[in-house]
């Protein structure tokens, strides 16, 4: 982790309403991950217990702990997508994912009508089902 790249982060975020989430964000975007040591600088910029952070990195999961090299297909598992059919197409794309890809749980990502739904970087997917969330998980 780069000292000064964290400093940046912080700085960019400086004096904002609600800095923690999108100084998460910005930090595991930037890492990979929100390691033990990140959490402490960022509790303490933020006068903030190292708890508090610890509470929020691992109550969401955008954030991890460790950085996971592997590609990461979310796949959103909330009500909506449930009542879509979502739970019948996990078994297909954890096959497919194998230990290769890593498929993430999100709880909506704001296509309940459209779903099931999936997100693979900065992109969505809407209405999938078995064949195209395989096809995803393979292109991933
Ligand atoms: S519940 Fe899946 S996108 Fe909203």
Request: aromatic residues 4%; proline residues 4%; glycine residues 8%.
């Amino acid at each position: 982790m780069s000292n000064e790249r964290l400093q940046e982060i912080l700085a960019r975020h400086a004096g904002t309403e609600g800095p923690l989430l999108p100084i998460l964000h910005d930090v595991q975007r930037a890492f990979g991950c929100v390691s033990a040591d990140t959490q402490q600088a960022i509790a303490q910029a933020l006068n903030l217990s190292r708890a508090e952070v610890h509470g929020v990195v691992s109550f969401y999961h955008d954030f991890t702990e460790e950085a996971d090299p592997r590609p990461c297909v979310q796949l959103c598992r909330a009500e909506a997508c449930q009542a879509r059919g979502v739970e019948a197409l996990v078994g297909a794309a954890e096959a497919a994912a194998g230990n290769r890809v890593r498929i993430s749980p999100v709880y909506c990502l704001g296509l309940c009508s459209v779903g099931p739904a999936a997100r693979i970087g900065d992109t969505l997917h809407a209405r999938l089902d078995a064949a195209s969330l395989v096809r995803l998980v393979e292109a991933a």
